[in-house]
Nanobody, 128 residues
């Protein structure tokens, strides 16, 4: 079964950190760009970060720049999202998505990943 599984979410206080993981099973991520998205209650799903298949290109939403870091370990078939200095407005369900591509740059839109794979999400709650 081909799937992506997110993990690492939970409850954290403002200013805290979490590391999300996106693990692939049934296929290898080597040729896939990966995007992280989030959806807060009552809001549209938005792009948070992305990383190219080579890992040489990354991109971040302005709201998370300098706080979040995306990385990938192809040996573990996993992509990570390190989230530091978390704020209450970061509360959301976080999803990862994968699309096969040869592009050097990654793209952080839902449309780009519409023909790829999506995980079911992991909940991040930032609250005191």
């Amino acid at each position: 079964q081909l799937q992506l599984v997110e993990s690492g979410g939970g409850l954290v206080q403002p200013g805290g950190s979490l590391r999300l993981s996106c693990a692939a099973s049934g296929f290898t991520l080597d040729y896939y760009a990966i995007g992280w998205f989030r959806q807060a209650p009552g809001k549209e799903r938005e792009g948070v970060s992305c990383i190219s298949s080579s890992g040489g290109s990354t991109n971040y939403a302005d709201s998370v720049k300098d706080r979040f870091t995306i990385s990938r370990d192809n040996n573990k078939n996993t992509v990570y999202l390190q989230m530091n200095s978390l704020k209450p407005e970061d509360t959301a369900v976080y999803y990862c998505a994968a699309v096969v591509t040869v592009q050097a740059m990654c793209i952080m839109t839902r449309t780009y990943y519409r023909m790829g794979y999506w995980g079911k999400g992991t909940l991040v709650t930032v609250s005191s």
